[in-house]
């Protein structure tokens, strides 16, 4: 019997424009504060996934510092019941770094989901750069994460203007709806 | 009037997820399995390991919203005699070590 792969191939992400809004609009008041933050996409994962949902983690069990954003592992599950009952798993997430460096750290590197085709996303400068294409975009491949160059990016990254995408805060306790 | 005793179904329809994983892992086990099994089952399907680098990373199972602290109990024992179906979450702890 052939077990299902947990993690099939992607070759392409779509982005709706609006999750971009909504994960810069979530992760602001950190970068106000100079404090990191950042936020999880989620989506269906398929050769062509699709993040469909954003989730920003704020309030209990969430550490947001001015080199560190830290969830716990009840946010986790939080995060993971919602997911189940509504059908899509986690395709990458991204946080802000308060420097001018967009670089993965080793914290970043090691403190992360490391599974097969997870996006790891970040934008320094407190987020007040919109333009994601000044972001770094990594993606995780067997061995550890990787950094697409710009025309990998273009390729493989696409950003739908129409595309809808709903927006929620988690803690460790629940999840609650983002009103647009 | 003969009472037949009524046998007693002992196997558990179990699944566990993994947030980033599209498949769900799912293994029928005996109601006497360790929860402990179904750990160690669940993280060789989705590919992951308790390990260790400058942190500790380790999974933990979540069952109806709660971490099952106890791995050497039974699925019955976590579950009660009659149910058949487990549904755990599978999550990974990471304790920092020294910086």
């Known amino acids: 019997m052939t077990l299902p792969d947990p993690y099939p191939g992607i070759e392409k992400w779509t982005v709706p424009a609006a999750a971009l809004y909504a994960t810069l609009r979530g992760v602001r008041p950190a970068g106000l504060r100079a404090t990191e933050s950042g936020a999880f996409w989620l989506g269906r994962r398929a050769s062509r996934s699709q993040v469909t949902s954003v989730i920003v983690p704020r309030g209990a069990g969430v550490i947001e510092r001015a080199n560190m954003w830290q969830l716990s592992p009840e946010v986790f599950g939080t995060i993971s019941r919602w997911a189940l009952t509504h059908e899509v798993v986690m395709l990458g997430m991204f946080h802000i770094h308060i420097g001018t460096s967009a670089r993965m750290s080793r914290w970043d590197r090691e403190r992360v989901v490391q599974v097969p085709g997870v996006l790891s996303v970040i934008a320094a400068n407190a987020g007040v750069e919109q333009n994601h294409r000044t972001w770094a975009w990594y993606v995780y491949e067997g061995s550890g994460y990787r950094e697409m160059d710009p025309v990998e990016r273009d390729l493989r990254i696409e950003i739908s203007a129409h595309l809808p995408c709903s927006a929620w805060t988690a803690d460790a306790g629940s999840i609650r709806v983002v009103n647009p | ?99």
């Open chain 2, 1 to 99: 009037m003969i009472q037949v005793p009524i046998a007693h179904e002992s196997a558990v329809a179990t699944e566990v997820a993994y947030l980033p994983a599209v498949a769900v892992f799912k293994k029928s086990y005996e109601d006497e399995t360790r929860v402990s099994v179904v750990r160690i089952d669940a993280m060789a399907f989705f590919h992951v390991a308790d390990h260790r680098d400058r942190d500790t990373h380790e999974f933990f199972l979540e069952f109806e919203g709660r971490r099952v602290a106890d791995l050497s109990q039974t699925l019955e024992q976590l579950m009660g005699r009659d149910r058949r179906h487990a549904r755990f979450n599978l999550i990974e702890q990471i304790t920092p070590g020294a910086a």
